[in-house]
C-alpha cells in the first residue's frame, strides 16, 4: 500500500467531521429548565431543594413564588445563601443559563422563549386580586 494510499484512510471526512461538531455544539446547548411553583410556606421547599442539589446539575431552575406585589422581594438574596448557584432575580430578555436559579420578581409573570424570560407585569385587576389573595 503507498503512503498516499494510507494517508487517505486515516484522514477524516470533512463534512461528516463538520456535521458531528454541529451535533455536539447542540447537545452543549441544550439543557432542561426546570420550573418550580409555590405559594405560602415554599421558602422552606425551595430552601431544602438548593440544599441538596449539586452546583453542576446541568439544568437552569425558574423559581415562581407567590408574592405581596407591593413590597420588594428578597427571595433572590435569602436562597443565594442555599446554594453555591447563583440565584438572580429574573429580567426581561434574560438568557437562561444551565446551573442558575432565576427568581421572578413581584408582580411579574413570565415566558420563556428561545431560552430567555420574558416578563410580563401584571395589570392593575391581576395586582389587585393578588392583593386580596394574601389577605384571606
Known amino acids: 500500500m503507498s503512503p498516499r494510499q494510507s494517508s487517505k484512510k486515516t484522514q477524516p471526512n470533512s ?5 458531528s ?3 455536539q455544539d447542540n447537545h452543549k446547548e441544550l439543557f432542561p429548565i426546570v ?11 425551595y430552601t431544602q431543594l438548593l440544599n441538596h442539589l449539586p452546583t453542576y446539575t446541568g439544568m437552569a431552575f425558574v423559581l415562581i413564588q407567590h408574592l ?7 427571595l433572590s438574596e435569602i436562597l443565594s445563601k442555599a446554594t453555591k448557584m447563583p440565584v438572580i432575580q429574573a429580567e426581561n430578555e434574560m438568557v437562561v443559563e444551565p446551573n442558575h436559579v432565576y427568581v421572578i420578581p413581584p408582580s411579574k409573570t413570565i415566558d420563556l422563549l428561545q431560552k430567555s424570560l420574558k416578563q ?10 393578588c392583593r386580596e389573595q394574601q389577605s384571606d
Do not use: M, Y
Request: net charge negative; aromatic share 6%; no cysteine.
Open 21 to 23: 461538531v454541529r451535533e
Open 120 to 129: 410580563i407585569r401584571f395589570g392593575e385587576d391581576e395586582a389587585r386580586n
Open 35 to 45: 420550573g418550580l411553583g409555590a405559594s405560602a410556606g415554599g421558602l422552606d421547599a
Open 15 to 19: 463534512t461528516r467531521t463538520n456535521a
Open 68 to 74: 405581596n406585589p407591593d413590597q420588594k422581594s428578597w
